[in-house]
């Protein structure tokens, strides 16, 4: 099974995310926007497990939150990876994420000491909106954000599925951190 280890959103957050993607949507030439139900945060991408893998996983997420509390993190732009006319990922930034960062790296730690691939491209906090963005007539800088904060206090191990329309995440796994 193809995976991920993850932070899901809280349906409020995903609806407002989904506002800011229909308020992009008319200025489009072509976009592949992510579906509001898969609207997450990977915090680390696994690919494909079998079952032994799937425990090797849970343990390594077990290591790496065992001591973590629950914290909040904030939204503050727009951006892409790409270029501004052929976007590959648009994406919502979070500003002043530390404990997402040392969460972050705690989990890629342990996950290569688990002997799973170490991620090796560095790690950018940010919820992917949209795919192959290409904006007609107006800027990314042009469209203003304003989501609520996002309380990270369970981590979760996601299956990804293609059901033939796209994919579809699950959880398979789910760690709650301190209070």
Not at 156 to 179: A, C, V
């Amino acid at each position: 099974m193809r995976t991920f280890v993850a932070v899901n959103l809280p349906d409020a957050l995903k609806d407002q995310m989904q506002y800011i993607q229909n308020s992009i949507k008319p200025y489009t030439k072509r976009a592949r926007f992510t579906r509001r139900a898969n609207l997450h945060l990977t915090l680390k991408f696994l690919g494909e497990l079998d079952s032994k893998g799937k425990e090797k996983a849970i343990k390594a997420i077990e290591k790496a939150c065992v001591h973590t509390k629950s914290f909040e993190v904030t939204f503050d732009k727009l951006g892409y990876f790409g270029k501004e006319d052929n976007m590959k990922v648009m994406w919502i930034g979070m500003k002043h994420a530390d404990n997402l960062l040392s969460l972050q790296r705690n989990i890629e730690e342990r996950f290569t000491e688990s002997g799973f691939q170490p991620d090796n491209k560095g790690f950018k906090p940010h919820i992917t909106i949209g795919r192959d963005v290409s904006l007609s007539d107006k800027d990314l800088s042009a469209f203003s954000i304003y989501l609520d904060k996002l309380y990270i206090d369970k981590i979760y191990l996601m299956r990804s599925e293609n059901k033939g329309k796209g994919y579809f995440y699950t959880p398979i796994y789910q760690f709650d951190l301190l209070r």
